[in-house]
């Protein structure tokens, strides 16, 4: 936790889960529409494997899916890779209408067999699956080679980081998403003094919304220096996977 008098800013929030909150840019854009279209059922596929480095907007996706397919009347699952390692979790999930399981560079060899009996239970019953990782399925390292077939069955998309003029639009509209304003000076120092990903991002935009608000002061750079000391960005740094 980072403190400020009266405030604190967690750095365990959940993902968000909107499709239309995700921050485009070139870079981008084509993955975004594919995981849209491909829960809207205007892709043939069942299967899609997405990933990218950390901070890309893989979580986002996976629970803007899972919130789009929920709001049609499925049944939905999300499952981080950590959960898929624990005995007896993948039991009955063939189930569910759209199965997501996360961070899949996390999953166990003992998992592998596991998982690999999952997703012919869900193909078998026509059900879709949608995985994420921080690296591509060659370089997962599984042991069993079945699965990795298994997992490159279906549509495979990459997600890049955000460039600089994206990374820019996206604090700034951040900021006045909160009906908040801030100078070219101060979107300029953050992304220099911050780590250069959404999810810290957004969690420096609330705490400065409150402080602005409990203070009532506008967000300038002698107001985030007064926040944030190197202590609390080393902490935030240190806090990404």
Known sequence: MLH?????LSLDTAPATSFDSFHLDKGNELVHSAVSAFVRAELEDVQLYLWGEAGTGKSHLLTAACDLYNKQGYRVAYLPGEL??????LEGMES????????????DHAAEVELFHLINR??????????????????????????????AWGLMYKLDPLADD???????QEIENRSLDASDEVISYVLKRFPRRMSILKQVVDTLDNVSLLEQRKITVPLIKSVFGEAERAELAGRIR
């Open 122 to 151: 869900v193909r078998a019953a026509g059900n879709k699956l949608l995985f994420a990782a921080d690296r591509s399925i060659d370089s997962l390292g599984l042991a069993l080679k079945d699965l990795q077939t298994r997992l």
């Open 96 to 107: 569910f209408d759209l199965l997501c399981i996360d961070d899949l560079q996390r999953l």
């Open 166 to 172: 994206g990374l820019k639009n996206a604090l700034r």
């Open 84 to 89: 898929v390692n624990q005995s007896g979790s």
């Open 4 to 8: 400020h008098p009266q405030l604190t």
